[in-house]
T-cell receptor, first 111, second 113 residues
């Protein structure tokens, strides 16, 4: 099946710093989504981004489908950004679907 | 109430108990999902229901039994679980089972003694 690798696995930042999280995938995908899981376990949609670039406030994401990667940018980080960031990809072929999550990047933002 | 809700939020059960997890979505979606999240592991997709029909069952042991009585409700019935089944169980929904834009509930933290 498809492999999804996220890097770095852990990241510690000082408040106000910028960061880039990466998601590599081993095959062409039909869909890609970024999530943030807060310390209480709630998974929150960030971006649905099978290709191109999107921005939402201090967050933006870019997916280059032809090169099989996606990047999540966090600018001016805040302590509330702490948590785990997951990317998830889906491959659709006819009626078959394969949905795979990466292992996540654990982000800690220090005050 | 909006979004995806799950009850209970925490559950402790013995290996011989039978319990059920409940998920409800208020988004008008047609697809619902159960995931298992164990410590230090990626999310594992367990089941997918689309228009109340099970469309995915990813080699999940039969001690987990899903039920989708309508497009807004999803249950996970648990019986004779093992301690290694302790995990966070997450429910999600999406408009249809072709895209990926899923919305998650807060999860049920399950501990099996």
């Amino acid at each position: 099946g498809i492999q999804v690798e996220q890097s770095p696995p852990d990241l510690i930042l000082q408040e106000g710093a910028n960061s880039t999280l990466r998601c590599n995938f081993s095959d062409s995908v039909n869909n890609l989504q970024w999530f943030h899981q807060n310390p209480w376990g709630q998974l929150i949609n960030l971006f649905y981004i099978p290709s191109g670039t999107k921005q939402n406030g201090r967050l933006s994401a870019t997916t280059v489908a032809t090169e099989r990667y996606s990047l999540l940018y966090i600018s001016s980080s805040q302590t509330t950004d702490s948590g785990v960031y997951f990317c998830a990809v889906m491959i659709s072929s006819g009626s078959a679907r394969q949905l795979t999550f990466g292992s996540g990047t654990q982000l800690t933002v220090l005050p | 109430e909006t979004g995806v809700t799950q009850t209970p939020r925490h559950l402790v059960m013995g290996m011989t108990n039978k319990k059920s997890l409940k998920c409800e979505q208020h988004l008008g979606h047609n697809a619902m999902y159960w995931y298992k999240q164990s410590a230090k592991k990626p999310l594992e997709l367990m089941f997918v229901y689309s228009l109340e029909e099970r469309v995915e069952n990813n080699s999940v042991p039969s001690r987990f039994s899903p039920e989708c009585p309508n497009s807004s409700h999803l249950f996970l019935h648990l019986h004779t679980l093992q301690p290694e089944d302790s995990a966070l169980y997450l429910c999600a929904s999406s408009q249809v089972w072709v895209g990926l834009e899923q919305f998650f509930g807060p999860g049920t933290r399950l501990t099996v003694l």
